[in-house]
């Protein structure tokens, strides 16, 4: 069988016997109850006195109440401000809705499409050839509200985007210069 390393280096006399050390004799163990002295009569413990703070413990408390202070300050003013972004918002959707109440121009038997851009997408709204005409003269208009287009004539339109500026979704100007050579009239 192999020897341990220690066997070797013993055997080849590069190392000593180490003679083993003498182990400490274990004290008595303490008393059952600490709080009695020899005599067997209970014994007071010592109250510690509370040590005084340090000047950096006081000032890193500090700091760190300010701190949490700052942070409780800064979520209440963001949350007062989100919620009067959202009361304005509603504000202004339902004065969009009393401005629009009984003045869309849709009719349920308009077939011709009028395709605009809103968003990033291409959209249409269906309207008569007489309406088709008229909104490509700036005549109408069209107006979002509750993700539906509505057609309307131009005064409201403007009233429209004068409450909610995003509500606007195409008035044409006839005098603008086209954009490309696709007239506005054009049916696709």
Known sequence: MSESLRDQLLKSGLAKQLKPEAKPVPKAPPPKHHHQAKHGRPQQPHPQQPRPPKKDDVDLARAYAMRAKAERDEHERAQREAERIAREKKERKAKLTALLNGKP??????????????????????????????????????????????????????QAQAIQAESLVLLCDPNAPADDDVPADLVW
């Open 105 to 158: 121009l849709n009719h349920a038997e308009a077939d011709v499409p009028r395709h605009f851009p809103h968003g990033n997408k291409i959209r249409r709204v269906y309207c008569t050839k007489g309406q088709l005409e008229k909104l490509n003269k700036g005549e109408l208009a069209v107006v979002q509200l509750a993700g539906r287009y509505l057609l309307v004539d131009r005064d409201t339109a403007l």
